[in-house]
C-alpha cells in the first residue's frame, strides 16, 4: 500500500516536472516560433511551416500530450542548433557525465565512509575536530571555486594534470577526470561524513548496543548485526541529497574543466535557447533524482521491519 | 576562532558597503596596452586580459555578491520559521497541506530548475533572488515544523495552552525562543547557500551581462588567464570560499553554543 | 564478585570508594536516588563504562581482577559469568532484529528453535509466536523478558539488573520482579538488583546498600534496617517513602538537595541536610563501620529515632456540596485504540479526588480533555462556573519537572504571565506566589536551568495557582522526582487547598493525596469510593491486582 502510495507520488511528480519543462517553450522571450526558428530568417512561410510542424496551433493540452507522447517514445524532436535528433547530442556527451559521477561517487564513499567514522571513533579528540572542520570546509565551498583553485594548483602550477579536455583512452579518461571528479566528490563525501558521523555517535549512544556486549556477543556480530544495519538507514537518507548534490555540483565542474558533458550541454543549449535540448535534459535529470528516491524508499522498506509494518497494515 | 570568523565576515561586510569607494580604480577603466597582467605596485592583484584592476573589479563587486545573499537569507529564515512554526503549531489541514507542498518542492532538483529558468526566461537577478529564497524555503520548514512540533509536546508549552495564552503569543514568545539555536545557524546556511548559488549562476553566465564586475563571473571569464595572471580568476574564487566557510563554522559554532547553554 | 574502592571519574568525580559483594545465590540490592552513582557502579562491573569515563579500585570475579582488563577477557566474562539487564526495554534491544532472534545470539552451543523457544518459556512467554515478533510489535512488559531471556541465555553467575522495572506498569513491575526472584531461586545465581525505590529493594533482597552522593552509606539485612537505619539518610528515606496502608498525617522530605561526590569527598557526605550532623561530621570522612556482623554504616552517631509527627499540617480544604467539576460519559478515541470510553466522575469543591490505573488507561487523556488540549469525541464537561473562561477554573501541574517551565523565560516572568491570565482583582505578584510555593522571592530572576527538580515542580505549581483556578490537576506530579524531594512536594500540594483531580500510577501516593478514587482501567471506570475503602477492600479485579503489585511497605 504504502509502495504504491510512493509510486503515484513519483509518478505525480513527474508530471508536474514534464509540465512545467513543456511549459518552457511557451514561456520563452518571443514566444515558441522564435524559439524553434532559431537562427533561420523569420519569414511568414517559415513561421508557417513551423507552426504546421510542431502543431502551434493546437490548444496547449494537446500540444503537451503529443509531446509528452513523443518523450515517453524516446522522440524529444531536434536540437536546434545542431539540427541532430535530441537523443542522439545527448547519448554523445553521456559518457564524459557519467564517468564523472562514477568517479566521485566512489571517491565518496571511499573517503566519506571511512572518516565520518574515523571521527565519531575519536570523538572529541585532535582527529575529530580536523575532520568536522574538514567537512564544514568541503559543504561550503562551492564547486567552481574548488575546481579552479584545484585547476591552478595541480594542473597550472604543477603540472601533475592536464589543463583540459576528458582524455580518449581508458587510462587517459582517468587522468583527466581525477581533478574534476575531487571537485565534485567534496561536498557529498562531506555530507557523508557528517551524517555517518552523527549515526556512528548515536549509535554509541543505544542502549541495545551496550546490551549486546553486556551479553558477551562476538565482536563481528555486534559490528554487523548491530552496528552496521542500524547505521545504515540514517546514511542511506542522504542518498537523495548526494544525487541532487552530483547532478548540480556536474554542471559547475564540467564548466570549470572544459568538459563536454552533460552539464557543459545543458548550460550552452541554455545560452543557446535550444529548447527541445533543454527539455530534455531536465526531465533525464529529473527523473533520475524522482527515481531514485523512489528506491531509497523502497530500500528503506526492505531494511527497516517498522516501515514494513506500517506498509502491510496502512 | 571565533574572533576569526567574525573579523572576515566583519572585513566582507565592509566591502559590500564601501566598495566602490575603497576601489583604487574605476573597475571598469581598460588599459589595453598592459592587457593580463601580474601583480605590480601599481594593480595589486594584476590586472584582466582588457586590462581592467582586478582588486577594484572585486571591491566594487562585493556589495551585489553579499547582499543579495543576505536578502535571501532573511526572507527565507522569516518566511520558514512563521510557516514552520504555523504549520507545527496548528497542525491539521494547514499542516497537511504545506507539507504534501514541501515534499514535492523538495523533491524537485531545484539548483536546475533556477539554472534553466533563470536562463531561459531571463530577468536577471530580481528573479533568481525571489526564486532561490523560494527554493531554499521548504527544507527550513520541515527542520522548524519538526522542532516546533517536538517543543509544543513539552510541559512548558501546553502549560501556556492550559492558560489560554493566545497561539501567536505561545508561538512566538514561548517557541521561538526554544528554537532560536537552529534558526540563527540555518539562517547563516541559507546565507552560504545564496552566495554559492548566485556566485555560480553568474559563473554560468546566467542572470548577469558579460563584463559586470561580479565574483562569480570574474572566476568565468579570467578562467583562460591562469598562466598569465591566475589571480584574476583565482582571487575571486578565494574569496567565495572564504566568506561561505567563514559563515558555516560560524553558524556551527553558532549553534553550539547557543543550545548549549545561550539561554541558560 | 566483590567491588572494592571503586571510583569512577569523569570531569568530576561521581563514584567515591564503593564496597560491594554479591555472592552466588543471594540477592543485593543497591538503593540510591538520582545521581548516585548506582548505574555508573553497574557498568563498571561489567566493563562498559561510557567512553570519557575512568575506574579505579578494584573489580574481581571469583578471584580474577577485571578491572583494567582488555576487552577480550571481559568478553569472555560477560554473558556467561556476569551479564547486565538494563533499564529502558524499548531501547534494549535491537529494532532490527525478531525476539527469538537475539536470545538465539546469545546462546552458548545449541543454537536450535526448540531451545529458543525453551528459553522464551522459561521467562512466562510461552506463545511461540512471539519469537518471531519484532521488538516494536511486543509491549514493554515482554520486551523487557525478553531481554532477561536474552541476558540469562549464556547462563551467567551473577546477574545485574539495573531499574529493570522502573519503565514498566505498577502491575508488569511486579510480575517482572517476582519473575527475577524466581530465576534467581531456580538457578541458584547472584543477583545484584539496583533501584531507587527502597520499597522494591527491601521486597527482593536478602542484602541491601544505601548509596549517597558516590558512596555507600548504609548496609544490612532490609528488616533490621526498616526496623533500625543506622545511618539519618536512611532514616530520612524512610519516613519520605510514602505507604499505601495508611494516611500520612504529615509527609516529611529531606531538607536541601543532593550534592556531587566531588564535594563532599573529605567530610560525611550527608553533612550538610543532616538534622544530628556535629562539626566532626564536616572535618572527615566517616568510614564504613561495622556495627554488628552484616551490618555497616557511614555515621558517626548512633540515629536518633524519627520523631513521628501525629499533628497534620494546616489543612484549608473544607468540602462542601457544590461541584467544580462534573465529567459525564466522555468518550475518545484515537483510531482503533479506545482512550476514554465513556468515563464519568465529579469533583466537589475542596475535595480531593485521586484518578489512578497503569499506563493506557486514558487517565492523561481524562486530563488533557478537562483542560481543553483534547477535544473529546462526544460527553460533557462541566466546570464550576459556565461564564468565566476555562482557564480561569482549571489549571494543571504537570509530570516532567525538566520541561514543565520554559527554559527561555525566567521564573518571574513566567509567573506573571500567568497571572494576566487570571481575573483582574487582586492579581497575584510573582513575589506573592514564590512564598506561596516555598520559595525565596530571589527565585524570580532564575531561570529554570538554576532550579533543582522539586524547585521547578514548586514554580510549576505556583504558575497553576496564580489564576486562582476553581480546581487543580496534577497529572504523575511526583513520578519524576526523587523520593526525599516527592514528600516536599506532596506536603505542599496539600497545604494549598485547592479542589484537585489528583492523577498518578502510585497507590502509595494516591493514598495521601485523595479523599475519593477512581479506578480507570482501559478507559473505563472500574470502581470508585472513598479512598480508604477502595484500598483496603478492593472490589475489582483490576484493582486487587494493583494493590498487591505494591512493593511491602519497609
Known amino acids: 500500500m504504502a509502495v504504491v502510495k510512493r509510486l503515484c507520488a513519483a509518478v505525480l511528480l513527474l508530471g508536474i516536472l514534464s509540465v512545467l519543462t513543456y511549459g518552457l517553450l511557451a514561456a520563452a522571450p518571443g514566444g515558441p516560433e522564435q524559439v524553434l526558428l532559431g537562427g533561420r530568417p523569420s519569414t511568414p512561410e517559415t513561421r508557417a511551416a513551423i507552426r504546421a510542424q510542431y502543431h502551434l496551433d493546437d490548444p496547449f493540452p494537446v500540444r503537451y500530450a503529443r509531446w509528452l507522447g513523443d518523450a515517453l517514445r524516446g522522440d524529444f524532436g531536434t536540437s536546434i542548433s545542431s539540427r541532430e535528433p535530441v537523443t542522439t547530442v545527448i547519448a554523445d556527451r553521456l559518457p564524459v557525465t557519467a564517468g564523472l559521477a562514477g568517479y566521485a561517487l566512489v571517491l565518496t564513499v571511499v573517503v566519506g565512509v571511512p572518516a565520518g567514522l574515523a571521527a565519531a571513533m575519536r570523538r572529541g579528540g585532535r582527529l575529530d575536530q580536523g575532520i568536522t572542520l574538514a567537512s564544514l570546509v568541503a559543504l561550503s565551498i562551492p564547486s567552481f571555486a574548488l575546481s579552479i583553485l584545484l585547476l591552478y594548483g595541480f594542473a597550472v602550477a604543477l603540472g601533475w594534470f592536464p589543463v583540459f579536455g576528458a582524455g580518449d583512452t581508458p587510462m587517459d579518461r582517468l587522468v583527466h577526470l581525477t581533478l574534476p571528479a575531487i571537485a565534485l566528490a567534496a561536498a557529498q563525501a562531506a555530507i557523508v561524513v557528517r551524517q555517518m558521523r552523527a549515526a556512528a555517535l548515536d549509535l554509541a549512544a543505544q542502549d541495545f548496543l551496550t546490551f549486546a556486549r553486556a551479553r558477551g556477543l562476538p565482536r563481528w556480530r555486534v559490528w554487523v548485526s548491530y552496528a552496521l544495519r542500524n547505521a545504515a538507514l540514517p546514511v542511506l537518507t542522504v542518498g537523495g541529497l548526494l544525487l541532487a548534490a552530483n547532478l548540480t555540483g556536474s554542471v559547475f565542474v564540467e564548466q570549470a574543466f572544459g568538459l563536454h558533458g552533460l552539464g557543459a550541454l545543458l548550460i550552452s543549449a541554455v545560452g543557446e535557447k535550444d529548447i527541445p535540448v533543454v527539455q530534455a535534459l531536465v526531465l533525464f535529470g529529473g527523473a533520475i533524482v524522482i527515481l531514485v528516491n523512489l528506491l531509497i524508499d523502497l530500500a528503506y522498506v526492505a531494511v527497516d521491519p517498522r516501515v514494513r509494518h506500517k506498509a502491510a497494515t496502512a | 576562532m571565533r574572533a576569526i570568523l567574525v573579523a572576515v565576515l566583519g572585513l566582507a561586510a565592509v566591502a559590500a558597503v564601501a566598495g566602490s569607494w575603497l576601489a583604487p580604480y574605476d573597475p571598469a577603466a581598460q588599459d589595453l596596452a598592459l592587457g593580463a597582467a601580474e601583480p605590480s605596485a601599481a594593480h595589486w592583484l594584476g590586472t584582466d586580459d582588457l586590462g581592467r584592476d582586478v582588486l577594484s573589479r572585486l571591491l566594487a563587486g562585493a556589495g551585489s555578491a553579499l547582499m543579495w545573499p543576505v536578502l535571501v537569507a532573511a526572507c527565507t529564515t522569516v518566511l520558514s520559521t512563521t510557516l514552520g512554526l504555523l504549520a507545527g503549531y496548528r497542525l491539521g489541514w494547514v499542516d497537511a497541506l504545506m507539507m504534501r507542498t514541501v515534499d514535492l518542492a523538495i523533491a524537485m532538483p531545484g539548483m536546475l530548475v533556477l539554472i534553466v529558468v533563470v536562463g531561459v526566461i531571463g530577468g536577471g537577478y530580481g528573479w533568481a533572488v525571489l526564486a532561490m529564497a523560494l527554493l531554499f524555503t521548504p527544507g527550513d520548514i520541515r527542520v522548524i515544523r519538526s522542532l516546533t512540533l517536538a517543543q509544543r509536546e513539552l510541559a512548558y508549552a501546553e502549560a501556556a495552552r492550559t492558560l489560554g495564552l493566545p497561539a501567536s503569543r505561545i508561538m512566538f514568545r514561548h517557541l521561538l525562543p526554544n528554537l532560536a539555536p537552529t534558526v540563527v545557524a540555518s539562517s547563516l546556511l541559507s546565507f552560504v547557500a545564496a552566495l554559492v548559488a548566485l556566485a555560480g549562476l553568474s559563473f554560468l553566465g546566467i542572470g548577469l551581462p558579460a563584463g559586470t564586475p561580479d565574483w562569480g563571473l570574474m572566476v568565468q571569464e579570467n578562467r583562460g588567464l591562469l598562466d598569465l595572471n591566475p589571480w584574476a580568476s583565482i582571487a575571486p574564487a578565494a574569496l567565495i570560499t572564504v566568506v561561505a566557510c567563514a559563515a558555516t563554522l560560524l553558524g556551527d559554532r553558532a549553534f553550539e553554543s547557543l543550545s548549549k547553554g545561550g539561554l541558560r | ?554
Open chain 3, 1 to 554: 564478585m566483590r567491588i572494592s574502592e571503586l571510583r569512577i571519574s569523569g570531569s568530576g568525580l561521581i563514584v567515591d570508594g564503593v564496597d560491594l559483594e554479591v555472592s552466588s545465590g543471594e540477592t543485593v540490592g543497591l538503593v540510591g536516588e538520582s545521581g548516585s552513582g548506582k548505574s555508573l557502579t553497574a557498568r563498571a562491573a561489567t566493563g562498559l563504562l561510557p567512553k570519557g569515563l575512568r575506574a579505579t579500585g578494584s573489580v574481581t570475579l571469583d578471584g580474577r581482577e577485571l578491572l583494567g582488563a582488555r576487552e577480550r577477557v571481559w568478553r569472555s566474562v560477560r554473558g556467561t559469568r556476569v551479564s547486565l539487564l538494563m533499564q529502558d526495554p524499548f531501547a534494549m534491544l535491537n529494532p532490527l532484529r525478531t525476539a527469538g532472534a537475539h536470545v538465539a545470539e546469545s546462546l552458548r552451543g545449541r543454537r536450535d528453535r526448540a531451545e529458543v523457544l525453551r528459553r522464551l518459556a522459561e521467562v512466562g512467554i510461552d506463545d511461540p509466536d512471539v519469537a518471531g515478533r519484532h521488538p516494536f510489535q511486543l509491549s514493554g512488559g515482554m520486551r523487557q523478558r525478553v531481554a532477561l531471556a536474552a541476558a540469562l541465555a549464556a547462563d551467567p553467575g551473577l546477574l545485574i539488573a539495573d531499574e529493570p522495572t522502573t519503565a514498566l506498569d505498577a502491575t508488569t513491575q511486579h510480575e517482572i520482579l517476582m519473575l527475577i526472584r524466581g530465576l534467581q531461586r531456580a538457578r541458584g545465581m547472584g543477583v545484584l538488583l539496583i533501584t531507587h525505590d527502597l520499597r522494591v529493594a527491601f521486597e527482593l533482597c536478602d542484602r541491601v546498600a544505601v548509596m549517597y552522593a558516590g558512596r555507600i552509606v548504609e548496609q544490612g539485612p532490609p528488616a533490621e534496617m526498616a526496623k533500625a537505619p543506622a545511618h539519618p539518610y536512611t532514616a530520612g528515606l524512610l519516613a519520605a517513602v510514602p505507604t499505601v496502608e495508611r494516611r500520612l498525617p504529615r509527609l516529611i522530605g529531606i531538607r536541601g538537595s543532593v550534592p556531587s561526590a566531588a564535594q563532599v569527598s573529605a567530610t560525611c557526605a550527608f553533612a550538610a541536610r543532616c538534622d544530628q550532623a556535629t562539626s566532626e561530621c564536616a572535618h572527615a570522612r566517616p568510614p564504613l563501620r561495622e556495627l554488628r556482623p552484616e551490618r555497616l554504616t557511614a555515621c558517626l552517631h548512633e540515629v536518633r529515632p524519627r520523631t513521628r509527627v501525629e499533628e497534620g499540617g494546616q489543612e484549608r480544604r473544607q468540602v462542601t456540596g457544590d461541584e467544580v467539576l462534573r465529567v459525564t460519559g466522555l468518550r475518545r478515541t484515537y483510531g482503533s485504540h479506545v482512550a476514554l470510553g465513556g468515563v464519568s466522575l465529579h469533583v466537589n469543591r475542596g475535595e480531593s479526588v485521586g484518578v489512578v490505573g497503569g499506563s493506557g488507561s486514558g487517565k492523561t487523556t481524562l486530563a488533557r480533555c478537562v483542560l481543553g488540549l483534547v477535544r473529546p469525541d462526544s460527553g460533557t464537561i462541566e466546570l464550576a462556573d459556565p461564564v468565566r473562561p476555562r482557564h480561569q477554573l482549571v489549571q494543571c501541574v504537570f509530570q516532567d519537572p525538566s520541561t514543565s517551565l520554559n527554559p527561555a523565560l525566567t521564573v518571574g516572568a513566567t509567573l506573571t504571565e500567568a497571572a494576566a491570565q487570571g481575573p483582574a482583582k487582586d492579581r497575584l505578584t510573582p513575589a506573592e506566589l514564590l512564598e506561596l510555593v516555598g520559595l525565596p522571592v530571589a527565585y524570580a530572576r532564575r531561570r529554570p536551568a538554576g532550579l533543582s527538580g522539586g524547585e521547578r515542580q514548586r514554580v510549576a505549581i505556583a504558575r497553576a495557582l496564580s489564576v486562582r483556578p476553581a480546581l487543580l490537576i496534577c497529572d504523575e506530579p511526583v513520578a519524576s522526582l526523587d523520593v526525599s524531594v516527592q514528600a516536599h512536594v506532596l506536603e505542599l500540594l496539600r497545604e494549598v487547598g485547592t479542589s484537585m483531580l489528583f492523577i498518578t500510577h502510585d497507590l502509595a501516593v494516591v493514598r495521601q493525596m485523595a479523599d475519593r478514587l477512581v479506578v480507570l482501567a482501559r478507559g473505563e471506570v472500574v470502581e470508585s469510593g472513598d479512598t480508604a475503602e477502595v484500598l483496603d477492600a478492593p472490589a475489582h479485579a483490576y484493582t486487587r491486582r494493583l494493590v498487591a503489585s505494591v512493593p511491602a511497605a519497609p
